[in-house]
């Protein structure tokens, strides 16, 4: 059931027809015009679907086995119908029932930006085709620098979704309305693990026209440190003075990313005495400290920081005792045993029966810069604002203009 045909070689779209046009056309066809259907030739007709949905029919079934639209349902009428009133009212032109160059491929809908640029073809697949199938007929659009979408009653198995190959679920709800569907796409508002949602046909191809639905390869947001600093007594193996050493200990972090995922990073729970070393006198930890030495904890023997460095070595950072400068390095730490004491003594850990002893001094961790949360699961990004996951160069949204987003338009 094609939405395209010429009336005395003028043609017409059914969707974009106001009812006295279709009156019109049904006067002028009792007048003998002559109705012919591009898609095959054949002679044609006009009727309206149980839905109150204008398109055309073939008069005719001579040619009828050769037409790629003559056996399609009402539902994949509608969905075509749809898709194309969406790419019209987004500005684009539009054809329906549009052949490649070289007749290699059929579309349902072809749209094309009004100011250029790549060319847009919609398929609704309302019968079963493989994922083989679909990147054959997707490769044929691609020869022709054609940018394709599919709309599949039954998608095809994929393992992840592939930003070559836009492809998502469709079906009609409950008041026979087309709606779109697919794991894959990750939007604001929905809960993990819930039923997938669902959008009207037409206004998910108006995101995807829009740009609002990009793909992106992994699922990030933004999180705000979380902890303190731990300050706890060591006594200089030079001097034998008591003075302050700190070790960061981090909280979980928890987070949403633009499109309603959640993200949680946690303290590695093993960390070698280096790593905490390099972790306590990172550049940002130690502006803390001085902002605290300067402040909250004046007057408190803190100990200093430095790099020693050895000849044909990288400098390794060290504490320095504030009473006679002599340095606790990492060997030293871990023969003491220092970080693994101070973290058992202090830290509260689920399960345990007994509070933490109260530390000598505390400091908690600012608020900002925040830091960036992220894993890989490649998705289709719907976020409600402009927060899509990260922007990687080279990914992104469904793009008719040939940029470098991977979105649709």
Not at 273 to 280: M, N, Q
Not at 359 to 373: I, K, Q, R, V, W
């Amino acid at each position: 059931m094609p939405l395209k045909a010429l009336l005395d070689d003028r043609e017409l779209i059914a969707p974009f027809l106001a009812e006295e046009e279709w009156a019109a056309i049904a006067v002028a066809l009792r007048d003998g015009a002559r109705l012919t259907l591009p898609c095959c030739g054949a002679a044609g007709g006009i009727r309206r679907s149980r839905l109150g949905r204008r398109f055309f029919y073939h008069r005719t079934t001579r040619q009828v086995p050769r037409c790629a639209w003559a056996g399609e349902t009402p539902a994949h009428l509608l969905a075509k119908a749809t898709i194309a009133l969406a790419c019209r009212r987004a500005g684009y032109t539009v054809i329906t029932e549009a052949r490649g160059p070289a007749g290699c491929w059929v579309a349902d809908v072809l749209a094309t930006p009004a100011e250029g640029g790549r060319p847009l073809a919609f398929e609704v697949q309302w019968s079963a085709q493989s994922l083989d199938a679909t990147l054959a007929r997707q490769a044929a659009y691609a020869a022709d620098g054609v940018r394709g979408c599919w709309f599949f009653r039954q998608p095809p198995a994929q393992a992840r979704p592939d930003p070559a190959l836009p492809l998502f679920g469709l079906a009609l709800d409950a008041d026979d309305h087309p709606v779109v569907s697919s794991p894959f796409v990750f939007a604001a508002g929905s809960r993990p693990g819930a039923i997938a949602p669902s959008w009207p046909l037409d206004a998910f191809v108006a995101a995807l026209l829009a740009r609002r639905i990009r793909f992106r390869p992994c699922v990030t947001a933004r999180a705000r440190p979380a902890g303190r600093l731990v300050f706890f007594r060591h006594h200089c193996r030079r001097c034998g003075r008591a003075f302050l050493l700190w070790y960061v200990e981090g909280w979980t972090v928890r987070a949403h990313s633009g499109c309603g995922v959640p993200l949680t990073r946690r303290p590695p729970r093993h960390r070698t005495v280096a790593a905490e070393l390099a972790e306590a006198l990172a550049p940002a930890t130690r502006a803390v400290v001085a902002a605290f030495v300067g402040g909250a904890g004046r007057g408190l023997p803190v100990a200093g920081a430095f790099a020693r460095r050895r000849v044909g070595q990288a400098a390794a950072p060290a504490f320095a005792c504030p009473h006679c400068g002599a340095p606790a390095t990492a060997g030293w730490l871990a023969r003491a045993d220092a970080f693994g004491r101070a973290r058992r003594r202090y830290v509260r850990r689920r399960g345990d029966t007994h509070p933490a002893d109260v530390p000598p001094a505390t400091c908690p961790l600012p608020g900002e810069p925040s830091f960036g949360l992220s894993e890989p699961r490649p998705h289709w990004c719907f976020p409600g604002g402009d927060a899509w996951c990260g922007d990687t160069p080279g990914v992104g949204g469904v793009q008719a203009s040939g940029r470098t987003d991977q979105g649709l338009a």
